[in-house]
């Protein structure tokens, strides 16, 4: 089966950010723990006031949602930016024993071997090597629900899901 695809900026951070909570890395309570975490220093300040302790844990809560921030949603960007090969064409070719992988001054024939397991969401498959090394896959290069059974089936045959 012949995959061509060119990832988009915003499908590239998508996929990212929705591997990130397909692999528990992050789940939704986090976020709604996060947003309340937020609170915690308006609530101190008023209720307290102004003191060292209540502005250094307010700094450092305001520091760990930053990061958090930049990690989930700028990131992605920046990595898309950063690795020219995202910006080309892929062509991967799944056969029965060898995955061929053509991407911008990339050519490989991949034995199966080297990824472990797949998973996948409404919009895109994972090919897994690593715990966060994987093949993001866009299930829009598929021009109907019968060929992605048939990819699906074929991630089957060869891997496992977690």
Known sequence: MLLEFT???NE????????????????????????????IPFYLFHQYGFTRVYIILAIVIYFFNITFIVVFFIRPYLFYQEYEQLHHPYKLLFEDHKITFDAHA?????????????????????????????TLIPKRVFPSE???NAFRQLLTDHLTTP
Request: aromatic share 22%; proline share 0%; no cysteine.
């Open 146 to 148: 019968v060929e992605i």
């Open 7 to 9: 990832y988009t900026k």
């Open 106 to 134: 990339i050519h490989s024939d991949l034995s199966w071997d080297i990824y472990k397991h797949y998973m996948e969401n409404k919009d895109y498959f994972y090919i897994i090597q690593q715990k966060r090394t994987y």
């Open 12 to 39: 590239y951070a998508d996929g990212w950010r929705k591997f990130i909570f397909l692999t528990k890395v992050i789940r939704k309570f986090d976020l709604v723990i996060m947003a309340f975490s937020l609170l």
